[in-house]
């Protein structure tokens, strides 16, 4: 028995797009909401004041794809000059449970988050959105911007704010070179940032006593705000105040507010989870002026789906390194 094993350069040397990704992201969310899918509330541990490592299991009826992910996620390596978010992920073999594939789970996680974004725009953002607001400029904004420029036609305008303006600049000189459609401008504030917003991805790190920039009112009417970084930016005012709370996973979100750390400002009643949406049990946005909230924690369906997706291109193009179990 053999495996292939995937490091970054290999999973990034595939060439798969944010569009390809999408499509396997918004499947997985059907299939969830179809029932098609078993996922358990991730379990982790934390070593450092403000890490974790989560455990990430996840199988996917539909496409087959059943896996783990262990990743993790450490803010102070970035001052060390390391990336935030590092992991690896498992595929197995539904069948015969026999471990198929190892591949760097960096790519995986950024572009599944990204895809998210997008998913979350697809079924709640306003019909022709033009302007969307990122806070935090980092590998998130990234892949979340290309996912939105894929889901919103229309989208003209991206208004940016990193507490490191040197963050912001290198952001933007990037996004405009990949989407020079897009007219992207540095904000001196998050409440500059978000002003005219159409759709607000915050992707800030995860912290548990942060200081939210984002209060009430300050999310536009009709406006869709996309939390990559459970509740670190908003407060508990801002997020209630929204017509509709959604979550891409209702069990994992409740799992963790028990634990008494995060969403212990959410609101009281959860509409909707982005599996009901994306198999149409029940209906995303219905006006033009609701304000809606995803709160979009990364689940491992979204990780299975597209290492699924991984892994059939490796073999199609032989990349990777076989290695006997």
Same mark, same amino acid.
């Given at each position: 028995?053999?495996?292939?094993?995937?490091?970054? &350069?290999?999973?990034?040397?595939?060439?798969?797009?944010?569009?390809?990704?999408?499509?396997?992201?918004?499947?997985?969310?059907?299939?969830?909401?179809?029932? &098609?899918?078993?996922?358990?509330?991730?379990?982790?541990?934390?070593?450092?004041?403000?890490?974790?490592?989560?455990?990430?299991?996840?199988?996917?009826?539909?496409?087959?794809?059943?896996?783990?992910?262990?990743?993790?996620?450490?803010?102070?390596?970035?001052?060390?000059?390391?990336?935030?978010?590092? %992991?690896?992920?498992?595929?197995?073999?539904?069948?015969?449970?026999?471990?198929?594939?190892?591949?760097?789970?960096?790519?995986?996680?950024?572009?599944?988050?990204?895809?998210?974004?997008?998913?979350?725009?697809?079924?709640?953002?306003? $019909?022709?959105?033009?302007?969307?607001?990122?806070?935090?400029?980092?590998? $998130?904004?990234?892949?979340?911007?290309?996912?939105?420029?894929?889901?919103?036609?229309?989208?003209?305008?991206?208004?940016?704010?990193?507490?490191? !303006?040197?963050?912001?600049?290198?952001?933007?000189?990037?996004?405009?070179?990949? #989407?020079?459609?897009?007219?992207?401008?540095?904000?001196?504030?998050?409440?500059?940032?978000?002003?005219?917003?159409?759709?607000?991805?915050?992707?800030? !790190?995860?912290?548990?006593?942060?200081?939210?920039?984002?209060?009430?009112?300050?999310?536009?009417?009709?406006?869709?705000?996309?939390?990559?970084?459970?509740?670190?930016?908003?407060?508990?005012?801002?997020?209630?105040?929204?017509?509709? #709370?959604?979550?891409?996973?209702?069990? &994992?979100?409740?799992?963790?507010?028990?634990? %008494?750390?995060?969403?212990? %400002?959410?609101?009281?009643?959860?509409?909707?989870?982005?599996?009901?949406?994306?198999?149409?049990?029940?209906?995303?946005?219905?006006?033009?002026?609701?304000?809606?909230?995803?709160?979009?924690?990364?689940?491992?369906?979204?990780?299975?789906?597209?290492?699924?997706?991984?892994?059939?291109?490796?073999?199609?193009?032989?990349?990777?390194?076989?290695?006997?179990?």
């Amino acid at each position: 028995m053999e495996l292939i094993y995937l490091s970054r &350069q290999d999973v990034e040397s595939l060439g798969i797009s944010m569009h390809e990704v999408l499509r396997v992201v918004d499947q997985g969310f059907r299939l969830k909401g179809l029932g &098609q899918t078993e996922m358990p509330p991730k379990p982790g541990i934390h070593p450092r004041n403000n890490a974790f490592i989560h455990a990430m299991p996840a199988y996917v009826k539909g496409v087959e794809a059943a896996g783990l992910k262990w990743v993790s996620g450490y803010p102070s390596n970035m001052e060390k000059g390391l990336p935030y978010i590092t %992991g690896l992920l498992v595929l197995n073999d539904p069948e015969t449970g026999i471990p198929i594939a190892v591949m760097d789970a960096s790519w995986i996680t950024a572009m599944r988050t990204g895809a998210s974004t997008g998913i979350s725009a697809k079924y709640l953002a306003k $019909q022709h959105s033009r302007v969307a607001a990122i806070l935090g400029c980092g590998v $998130q904004a990234r892949t979340s911007l290309s996912a939105l420029v894929d889901t919103l036609p229309d989208l003209s305008q991206v208004r940016c704010y990193d507490l490191y !303006p040197e963050v912001t600049r290198r952001f933007i000189d990037e996004m405009s070179l990949a #989407f020079p459609k897009l007219h992207l401008t540095a904000c001196p504030s998050s409440g500059e940032m978000i002003r005219g917003a159409d759709v607000v991805v915050t992707a800030i !790190p995860i912290l548990e006593k942060p200081k939210p920039p984002l209060d009430a009112g300050m999310l536009e009417k009709g406006g869709l705000a996309v939390s990559l970084d459970y509740d670190s930016a908003w407060t508990r005012s801002a997020m209630n105040e929204c017509d509709k #709370f959604v979550a891409d996973d209702i069990n &994992q979100l409740l799992s963790i507010q028990k634990e %008494g750390v995060y969403f212990g %400002g959410i609101p009281g009643e959860i509409y909707a989870d982005l599996g009901d949406l994306a198999a149409g049990l029940k209906p995303g946005r219905q006006n033009e002026a609701e304000k809606i909230f995803s709160m979009n924690m990364g689940i491992a369906v979204d990780d299975m789906v597209t290492a699924k997706l991984v892994y059939e291109r490796a073999l199609a193009e032989g990349t990777g390194t076989r290695l006997p179990l």
